[in-house]
Each structure stands twice: as C-alpha cells, then as structure tokens.
C-alpha cells in the first residue's frame, strides 16, 4: 500500500478536519477542563462521531462497524491530535473493541461491539500498575472461584475508566508479576460489586481513573480469549493502540510546530519578525525534520496492521520511540519559541505540551520502546 | 504494460546469468567502485564485463530513454530491478557524476546534439566527469563564484581557479560553472560550461584527505578554449542549471547512509556490537551500547521509510517539496553517526592507522569514520540545508 494518501483518504482527511475544527477546537478542552466536566469529553460530539462512522471505523460491517483500515482510523486520529479533541476513540475502539475482535467470543463481540459502533458503549483497558508502562507487571489477581473469578488488586491510569460501561481488566491467574505467562483479560462492567473507580485528573485536562478491586466477581464468561495466556491478547492490542496513539500525537505535534512556525513569521523583536534569526531557523528545521520522518513511520505502521504484516510489533515500537521523541522536541521547543506567552495558560501552544507529555507516557516512553524493539531483534 | 511479476522474474533470471560471482561480494571501500572513464584499468576482466553486459541494456541508467542508450524502464520497474541487484547482493556496475548528476540535467536542459554526444557515452561508463562548481572563496556561497568564461566569437575562453574538484585528477571531462556576465547581480551572470579536462591550460593538483586518500584536487583553468556548442541552456541561464543539479547531488549523498558504505565486511552493526562489546546470552552486554544500537536502525528505518513515501508522494503530486534537503541533512548526519557508533563499539580497535594490530575491516572503519566528515559538507553544508528548508519550505523571512 502507498504512503500516499488516495483520493478517497485525502476526502476523509478533509471532512475530519472540517468537522473537528468545527465541533471540536482547542477551545472545547479548555471548555471541559475549566468547568470540570464530570465526563471529561462531549458525549453528543461522540455520538456524531458514531455518526459519521468512526466510533466503529474499523469494526466489520457485521457488527455495524465501517470496515475500514487502520490507515483511515490514523486520519481521524491524527485530525483529533491537531485540536487536542477528547474522545474516547483510544480508551474505546482501539484498546477495549480490540481485545474483543481479536479474541473476544461470539457472544461478547455480538453485544458489544455493535454498541461501541454506535458510540453507545463506553470502553477501557485496565493494565497499568505503577508509574511506568511495563505490561507483564501485572500484580492483580485473578482467583478462581464457583463459577468464575475473583479479582483483587489495584489499576493506575486507566483512560477513560471513569466513564467506562465495561473495562478490560488485565488480571494474573499464575506467576509472578514481570512474567508473560498467567495473565488474563476480564470484561468488568462498570457497577461490579468490589470496583472502586476514583477519576484523576491528569495534566492534559482528559482524564484517566484508578481502580481498586476488593474480590470484584465475574463470569467464567467475563474472560476474553484464553485464562492464562492473556498475553497473546495484550501484545498486539497494545500494538495497534500504540500506533493508533502515535497517529493522534502526529497531529498534536504537526499542529503545535505549525503553530509555532506561524509565530516565528509574526512575532516582532529587534525591529524584525524573530523567524529571521538564524538561532530559530535552524531549529525549526530540524523540527520540521522530525516531524517529516514521524509522518513516514506512521503512516507505514498504520498500513502495516491493515497489510497484516509479521512486522507489526517491531514498527509499533519504532513509532513510538520516534513519535515519544518528536514530541519531546517540539513540545518544548513549541513553548520556548513562544517566549513569555508560551508559559501562559491563555495561549494555547502549552496545551499541546501538556498533551504531548501524556502521550509520551501512555503504552510506553521511547526507553521503553526501544529495548523492546532490541529484545524483539534478538540483540 | 509488463506484468510486474513477469518482469521481476525476468530480471532475476538475467541477472543469476550474466552477473559475475566476483560481483556479488560488497565493495571493500569507495575506491574500489568501478568509476569508468578512458583511463579506467579494470582489476579483471569481470568488473568489465559486468559493466558492458549491463550498459548494453541500458541499466546502469535505468530510467533514461533508450534513444540515448539507457534502459527505459518506469520507476517502478526500476525499483525492481534495484531490489533484485540488492538481492544477490550485486556491486553497482558503475558509479559516475555522469550517472546521478549531470545526466538527468541534460535529459532536462541539454540540447539534442548533446543529449545524443554525451548520454551515451555515460550509460557506457567511457567518460568520466568531474564537477567544476567551488572555488576558494565560493563555497557555502557558491554564486559568489569568479572563474571568467569570456565570449571571443566561437569559442570562450575560461580563467580561474576551482577548488574540491573530487577526482579531478581521473576524471576525462568536467561539469563547470563559469561567470560569463561579470556586471550583472551575482547569480544571474553564471553559466554551465562541459569541457575535456585534457583540453590546454587544464591543471589539476591532489589534496590529501584527513582519511588519508586524496579524493579531490585543486583545478587551474589558464586560457581554456572552449567551444561554444559546450554551453548548456542559454548563457548566463547557469544558475537554474545549478540549482537542479545540487539537487540530484544533495538526493544522491543523503542516500548514501544505506548504499555504499557496507563497513563491517558483511556484520550486521549488533553482530559487531556482541562481539566487541560481550555478548550476554545474545544480548548485546553493555546496556548503553544496546540503546544506542537501536536508535540507530531505528532512525535508518525512519530515514528509508520517509525516502519512499517521498517517491510515491512525488508520484500521486503530493508532499513537501525540497525533500532533498531534509535527505541530504538527514542521510549524511544519521551517516556520521554512524560511524562514530562503529568507532564506539570497535573501540581502540577503530583508531589503527596502519600495519600489523588490525584487521582490514578494523583499519577500513577508521578510514569511513573519518570521510563520513565530508558528508555534511560536500553538496552543500548542514547548515546550508537546514537555511533551504527554514526559507522554502516553511518560509521564514530574511
Ligand atoms: C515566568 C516568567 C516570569 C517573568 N517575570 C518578569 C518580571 O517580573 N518582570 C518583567 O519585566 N518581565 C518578566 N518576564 C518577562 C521575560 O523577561 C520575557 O518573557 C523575556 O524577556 C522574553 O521576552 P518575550 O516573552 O517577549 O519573548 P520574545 O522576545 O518574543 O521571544 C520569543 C522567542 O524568540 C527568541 N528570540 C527573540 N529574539 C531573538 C534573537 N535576537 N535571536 C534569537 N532568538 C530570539 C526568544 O529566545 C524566544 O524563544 C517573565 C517571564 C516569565 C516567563
Ligand atoms: C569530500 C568533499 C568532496 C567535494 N567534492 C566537490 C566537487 O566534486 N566539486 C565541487 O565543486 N565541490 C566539491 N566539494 C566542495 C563542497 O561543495 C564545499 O566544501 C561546500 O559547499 C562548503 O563550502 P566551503 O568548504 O567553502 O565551506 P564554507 O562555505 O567556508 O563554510 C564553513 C562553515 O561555515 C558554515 N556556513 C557558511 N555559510 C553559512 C550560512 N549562511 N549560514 C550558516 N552557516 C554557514 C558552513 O556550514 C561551514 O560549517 C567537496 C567537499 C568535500 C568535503
């Protein structure tokens, strides 16, 4: 498949950038931030979503998705990163739809997903233990009990939790935490008897909750794929949602260097716009650089999941390793060239910081990533 | 058109017959690439054969028309053909500045008479060019150039001094930019001259690298007869010609991260890394080295991977344009990182000059860390890339 957009995807860029700059600019977050929206994104800006498709855009058309490619789902993506849109695209579609399609039963892909396509039904993704990504950490317990499981332990950052009709929980049957092996995938609805769900607020005014399980019980019928091999879930739902994650931060970056390119021609100092000294010009092409070669590896990775492609895993992480690193650069380099107005909360360019640095964080920072693409390399 | 599976399957079956096996071991160094030219003395006969057999079908220029002796293939095809010369890891046939630069601007300012006198004889590898463009006091600012052509009727007469002219010393005709109008503003009074290197006044002398080869010299130019018919494109119409060239030169060095240099003689850079550095159950044992390993191909991953959305973006009319700047940046720092990672991972072993204590692979390291310098000044400086892109590419005023 082409790195070129076609025809079809150049009209679906175009309406996503329409429709979100409309509905959704930089704005609304602030809006939702300000007013400490108990929801934290707009639930009829979803279900418009919905509307037009993408709350299911990868979905089969069997369970009333779009059926298209991950190379479309990265469009709107990327659309939403330019206006730093909240949503629940990540939290929903790619990380909770996913473990269902990829390994959900009939039953649950059949209730479930036709409902996430119809933007009705709120997904998370419980994993996250501590303070950095490290998936096979997993310290929560899964007992088995009469007729299922008995979960016990404690859930850090998990997007979109608070709002979650069901949320995947990442549970150990076996061994010890570090251990790939013994981990399981729990469907957990949001009024479980034993789930404590307390909503943080995070630095780039979305939010994502904690959850404390006291012995929450669930079905045998709760569990997606095999008990004790949830790692074969994991691994690539993590991979899809990490270079479906990596399109989004491609359009908060590309939007916050713009940005900055913008200021540099506008701004005054010395009699002359500051965008004539060779001391930014020089590291606005730099920038520009990093964000070219991030367009490529994205959009490469996302073709790659729809090409199915043995080398899915490896460019996850080479994505989100550069993607971790562009956004690093031009998140701070956004708000170093603003002077002064960059550290307001008045000018927007800090929110794209802020939103950076999360996403820098979220399924892994680039050191992370890249000694997971040295083990994945056999070196 | 051709069945693309048809063709890749004819390609390799030409290629399994007529590519010698001594052509399909990679290159020790740069100097052992077959340039070609009236004084080429071939190492053996394969090498020449090599050559003749793939100039015959025109694919030591792929995408040139035939009319002028290239293959005539679509740049898909070519890439065919390029994947499958990588396959049976075969040396190039034959590298020339005729080849990546000055060819494709004649196919696009040469006149008729030129094309047919001059691309040939590339395709064929029996000229070798050489390109006239700086001089001691014109280099970052190449338009400040002085060399003089005068007008004297049918012929010019051309005056000066040149300076880095890269294997002047071997090489049978030059690519020269030459002022023809001395009043007019700096950049409109330059034109592009051909001419035989062997023609009088031609003076040509070595200078030594910090890598210890000489790849370059000092060219004298004292009353040079030109003809006229050597000018291309209109006089004092040079700097256009120039530019165009610069970026065939600027694509052609920032590809060369993943061409030509094949240092370790064959190792993979983390097969070199466990083995100088331990190898911890097969991980590379030192943890710093590892990470620095990965950053590497990851970023000649990103570098390739962003090289082909530019082609197939170009294709489909789309993309940033002037990406041979950000290639030419990008390509020869991410090549001099390189180097300096090889020199880290081989240790005191990379820092051998000479004689007995190191391996040829050892001492050819020493020698790539130190020309990799010249990347990012040849074609045109780092610096130099990065004030293009800031001023055409995002625009930034003066
Ligand atoms: C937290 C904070 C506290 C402050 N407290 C005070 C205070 O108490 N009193 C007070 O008077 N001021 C204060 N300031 C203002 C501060 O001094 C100015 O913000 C600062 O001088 C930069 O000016 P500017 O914001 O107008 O940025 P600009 O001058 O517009 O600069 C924008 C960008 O252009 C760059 N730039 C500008 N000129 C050049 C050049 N010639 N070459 C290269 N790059 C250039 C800058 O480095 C910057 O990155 C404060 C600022 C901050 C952020
Ligand atoms: C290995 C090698 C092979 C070469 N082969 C050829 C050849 O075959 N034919 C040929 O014609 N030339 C050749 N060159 C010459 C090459 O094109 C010039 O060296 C190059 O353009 C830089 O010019 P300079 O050496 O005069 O450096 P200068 O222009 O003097 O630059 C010195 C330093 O100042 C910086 N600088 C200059 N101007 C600016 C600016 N405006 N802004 C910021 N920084 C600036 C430069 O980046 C550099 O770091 C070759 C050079 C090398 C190293």
Not at chain 2, 34 to 39: C, D, I, S
Request: glycine fraction near 10%; hydrophobic fraction near 40%; charge should be neutral.
């Amino acid at each position: 498949m082409s790195l070129a957009l076609s025809e079809e995807q150049e009209l679906l860029r175009n309406t996503a950038r329409e429709f979100i700059a409309e509905h959704s600019p930089v704005k609304e977050l602030r809006r939702l931030r300000d007013s400490n929206d108990p929801v934290g994104f707009s639930r009829e800006l979803w279900s418009q979503m919905a509307e037009l498709g993408w709350a299911g855009i990868v979905l089969p058309e069997e369970h009333g998705g779009a059926d298209l490619g991950y190379a479309e789902l990265g469009i709107v993506l990327e659309e939403c990163g330019r206006t730093l849109a909240a949503t629940p695209l990540f939290s929903t579609l790619l990380l909770g739809a996913n473990a269902l399609l990829l390994a959900g039963d009939g039953t649950q892909r059949k209730e479930i997903l036709a409902r996430v396509a119809k933007g009705e039904a709120i997904l998370a993704l419980a994993l996250q233990e501590g303070a950095h990504h490290a998936p096979y950490q997993v310290a929560t317990r899964a007992e088995a009990s009469r007729d299922g499981y008995k979960l016990t332990g404690k859930k850090t950052f998990v997007q979109d939790g608070h709002v979650a009709d069901q949320t995947v929980v990442v549970a150990r049957v076996s061994g010890k935490p570090g251990e790939r092996d013994g981990l399981a995938l729990f469907l957990v609805p949001k009024n479980a008897r034993g789930l404590q769900v307390t909503r943080t607020v995070m630095v780039d005014g979305r939010n994502a909750a904690q959850l404390q399980l006291d012995g929450v019980e669930v079905d045998r019928s709760a569990a997606i794929g095999t008990v004790g091999r949830g790692a074969d879930v994991l691994d690539p739902v993590l991979d899809r949602a990490t270079i479906g994650l990596c399109a989004e931060t491609l359009g908060t970056v590309a939007e916050a260097f713009e940005r900055t390119v913008s200021y540099l021609k506008t701004r005054k100092q010395f009699g002359v716009a500051i965008g004539s000294f060779q001391a930014l010009k020089h590291r606005a092409a730099v920038m520009f650089t990093e964000v070219e070669l991030s367009r490529s590896i994205v959009l490469d990775a996302l073709r790659a999941i729809d090409e199915k492609r043995p080398d899915v895993p490896l460019l996850a992480s080479v994505a989100k390793a550069r993607l971790s690193d562009t956004a690093f650069l031009v998140g701070n380099e956004a708000v170093q060239m603003h002077g002064g107005i960059g550290v307001t909360d008045e000018e927007e360019i800090g929110l794209f910081l802020k939103r950076a640095r999360v996403a820098e964080l979220t399924l892994g920072d680039a050191a992370y990533h890249r000694a997971r693409f040295a083990a994945l390399s056999g070196f | 058109m051709e069945n693309p599976d048809t063709f890749r399957a004819d390609v390799a079956k030409w290629l399994e017959e007529n590519c010698p096996p001594s052509m399909r071991k990679p290159m020790g160094s740069e100097e052992e690439a077959n340039w070609g030219g009236r004084r080429k003395q071939y190492a053996n006969p394969e090498e020449k054969l090599w050559l003749d057999r793939m100039a015959a079908r025109g694919w030591t220029c792929p995408t040139w028309p035939k009319e002028y002796g290239g293959g005539g293939l679509t740049a898909a095809q070519a890439r065919v053909l390029a994947d499958e010369l990588r396959k049976i890891r075969a040396r190039p046939p034959l590298i020339s500045f005729g080849i990546t630069m000055l060819g494709p601007v004649l196919l696009e300012y040469g006149n008729e008479e030129q094309k047919r006198e001059h691309l040939p004889k590339i395709v064929r590898g029996e000229i070798r060019w050489c390109q006239g463009y700086s001089e001691p006091g014109a280099g970052s600012d190449l338009a400040g150039l002085q060399t003089r052509a005068e007008d004297k009727g049918d012929h010019y007469l051309v005056n000066g001094q040149k300076i880095w002219t890269s294997y002047a010393n071997y090489a049978d005709w030059i690519f020269c930019l030459v002022r023809t109008d001395p009043n007019a503003a700096k950049h409109d009074g330059i034109s592009f001259l051909l001419f035989d290197m062997e023609s009088p006044g031609v003076s040509v002398s070595p200078i030594k690298l910090i890598s210890g080869s000489s790849p370059f010299c000092q060219t004298f130019f004292q009353d040079v007869k030109v003809p006229k018919k050597n000018l291309v494109g209109v006089k004092n119409g040079g700097w256009t010609i120039a530019k165009k060239l610069l970026q065939h030169e600027r694509e052609m060095i920032g590809g060369m991260g993943f061409g030509l240099a094949a240092s370790g003689g064959g190792a993979t850079m983390e097969q070199l890394a466990k083995e100088y550095c331990g190898d911890d159950s097969g991980r590379i044992a030192d943890p710093v080295i590892r990470s620095e390993v990965v950053q590497h191909l990851m970023d000649q991953r990103v570098f390739a991977t962003t090289v082909r959305r530019s082609v197939e973006e170009a294709k489909a009319g789309q993309g940033p344009g002037a990406a041979s700047s950000m290639f030419k940046l990008y390509g020869t720092e991410m090549n001099k990182r390189r180097y300096e990672l090889l020199v880290k991972i081989l240790g005191s072993q990379a820092l051998g000059w000479e004689g007995s204590g190191f391996s040829p692979r050892e001492l050819a390291t020493t020698r790539e860390w130190l020309r990799s310098k010249g990347n990012s000044i040849e074609g045109g400086t780092s610096e130099v890339q990065l004030n293009i892109i800031a001023k055409r590419v995002l625009g930034l005023p003066d």
